[in-house]
């Protein structure tokens, strides 16, 4: 079955980078359209970004455009989404998606 296998979250200072990753497994990657969501404490699911199967068309929200890139490595099964310029309100847990299927997360937590 579908398994998405998200990392690289952790605890970062304002205005620093991290870069998520996203393991998949279960389907075959390089036909499927892609997703990053975010959930911030007491709120619902947010759209982030979405990439095509091939990387060559990308997608973003408005409060990550500019600072967010998303990225693919199909012969790695690899989702990415690299951040920069972090802001406290970023803070959440950023989920991979493929369709309505999701991985379990990882924090990202923006505080000085």
């Known amino acids: 079955q579908v398994q998405l296998v998200e990392s690289g979250g952790g605890l970062v200072q304002p205005g620093g980078s991290l870069r998520l990753s996203c393991e998949a497994s279960?389907?075959?990657?390089?036909?499927?359209?892609m997703s990053w969501f975010r959930q911030a404490p007491g709120e619902g699911l947010e759209w982030v970004s979405s990439?095509?199967?091939?990387?060559?068309?990308?997608y973003y929200a408005s409060f990550v455009k500019g600072r967010f890139t998303i990225s693919r490595d199909n012969a790695k099964n690899t989702l990415y989404l690299q951040m920069n310029s972090l802001k406290t309100e970023d803070t959440a847990v950023y989920y991979c998606?493929?369709?309505?299927?999701r991985g379990r997360g990882t924090q990202v937590t923006v505080s000085s």
């Open positions: 279960g389907f075959t990657f390089s036909s499927a359209d």
């Open positions: 998606g493929k369709g309505s299927v």
């Open positions: 990439i095509d199967s091939i990387g060559n068309k990308k």
